[in-house]
């Protein structure tokens, strides 16, 4: 009875001892992966931002610009400003 009290004990206090270094290295890891979570979601803004200007560079390349004053006219009148 007493070989499995000091057994226990000893499981214990190696248990113990090793919490706070579960507990550190859980955190570094935990930090690592929001970091790499947050560059993820940095790098899919960014695309999505280059995905947008490169739609407005084909919208603005699709506009016809009116080249007199009746073509401005009857494009204020149509679309409004």
Sequence with gaps: MLI???IKMTV???VVALLPLMYVFGISRGKKNADADRMKDVADKNKDLAD???DIGKR???IVR???RD???DRLRNDGL
């Design 60 to 62: 603005n390349e699709e």
């Design 12 to 14: 214990a206090a190696i």
């Design 52 to 54: 947008f200007y490169k």
């Design 71 to 73: 073509e401005l006219i």
């Design 4 to 6: 499995w009290k000091k």
């Design 66 to 68: 009116p080249t007199n």
